[in-house]
């Protein structure tokens, strides 16, 4: 059995100076670049992951909201299914993806391939070949166009047609750029994606060094598990791409003892100008590519314990359906169920975290969340109905009216 090598850092940082960089990573610190916009933060991101949970909007809309402010639904749809800008593929899950990445998932577009099928999904080569041969003829289509995206079952009870289609999509032999609603389109690469992109077929090492290098500097400090399900890679290829990548191996005090014997990376331009700006006060979509990862959020954020209960039975749910985390002032200060009644947004239940200081500067964050957050999605009131901590009740009914 060899021993785990001693893990030597370039630099080390205080657990504060290491969230700073994140948030900053991840577009929460600093001024917004407008100019850039929707497209400007998916590309910052890397990824966006895809849900088709809508409570105040749906995932994809809530997550370029919290960094720019008030985005409409036109402008979103734009930006990622334009048909020339971005691809849905599968990294940490079903994300939209900048189209500049095409060629770093070659990697996995040849692992599904090899594996020869998707998931535990079998599928016959006459259906796989006769939907190329449709989409060939006809043009882009949807599985519903294709013969039927699932059987009389539940949703998951996917039709011959919708496998055959998915598994050419996981080979890479179709690709979905644009969504007609919420039903994905299906087109040939060669129509859609650049000559260039699409003629670009690195090697497994060279796919594996770019995820892992944009891992890095899509969340600005990282511990090897924190790159690993950025992009859903194992131990081995990080370790493999590691060296090549071009981050930086730094310490993190207080991120436990792990972080500290295996250490953690950093993206050098962070290190070299230490992120400086106004914090943003939102809502976070429980899908947010911040809070994703659950060690990773409770590692950074001093133990904030976050948990999607939406697929949890109701009576064993602890904060609500569709629970929002509340950044402001650079940390997670509570959680938000939130629901729409008429032009009301109504709070179901919101708590503030056991462990912070629930003062003045924490209640004025939540309160500006909440009005944006209601103004954004065309209400003029806010109602809160369940909060568990009931005396801050007042000020933050007075904050909310002011």
């Not at 730094?250 to 962070?270: F, H, L, N, S, Y």
């Not at 939406?310 to 939130?338: E, N």
Request: with cysteine.
């Amino acid at each position: 059995m060899t021993s785990q090598p001693t893990f030597t850092p370039d630099a080390e940082l205080t657990a504060d100076e290491a969230r700073r960089i994140v948030l900053a990573a991840q577009g929460l610190l600093g001024a917004p670049d407008r100019r850039a916009g929707v497209l400007g933060v998916l590309r910052s991101l890397g990824a966006v992951q895809l849900d088709t949970i809508s409570t105040l909007a749906r995932s994809h809309e809530l997550v370029p909201y919290s960094r720019l402010g008030p985005v409409g639904r036109p402008t979103v749809e734009s930006a990622y299914w334009s048909g020339e800008t971005a691809f849905e593929y599968w990294s940490h899950a079903a994300c939209v993806l900048p189209m500049s990445t095409w060629p770093d998932f070659a990697f996995r577009r040849r692992h599904y391939r090899d594996r020869g099928r998707l998931w535990g999904h079998q599928v016959t080569q006459e259906s796989f070949d006769t939907v190329l041969a449709r989409l060939r003829a006809e043009g882009p289509l949807t599985a519903t166009a294709l013969g039927g995206a699932k059987n009389k079952g539940e949703w998951w009870d996917w039709s011959e047609t919708k496998i055959a289609v998915e598994r050419a999509l996981a080979f890479g032999d179709v690709v979905c750029v644009r969504r007609d609603g919420w039903k994905r389109v299906y087109d040939l690469p060669e129509r859609v994606v650049p000559a260039t992109l699409l003629a670009e077929e690195p090697d497994d090492a060279e796919c594996l060094r770019r995820l892992v290098r944009l891992a890095g500097r899509q969340l600005g400090v990282a511990t090897r598990a924190d790159l690993m399900d950025q992009y859903r890679l194992t131990r081995a290829q990080v370790d493999a791409a590691l060296p090549g990548s071009g981050l930086v191996p730094v310490a993190v005090a207080g991120w436990g003892e792990r972080a500290a014997r295996e250490g953690a990376w950093a993206d050098p331009d962070a290190l070299a100008s230490p992120p400086r700006g106004r914090h943003r006060a939102t809502l976070l979509s429980p899908f947010d590519s911040l809070v994703w990862d659950r060690p990773r959020t409770a590692r950074v954020f001093g133990g904030f314990e976050h948990r999607l209960e939406a697929y949890v039975p109701a009576a064993k749910r602890v904060h609500g359906y569709f629970v929002m985390p509340i950044l402001a002032g650079g940390r997670l200060v509570g959680r938000v169920d939130p629901a729409r009644e008429g032009r009301t947004l109504v709070a179901r239940r919101m708590s503030f975290e056991a462990g912070a200081a629930v003062g003045e500067r924490v209640l004025a964050g939540a309160a500006d969340a909440l009005r944006a957050a209601a103004g954004w999605v065309g209400c003029d009131d806010v109602r809160i109905e369940a909060l568990d901590h009931e005396s801050t009740r007042a000020r933050l009914t007075a904050l909310l009216a002011g």
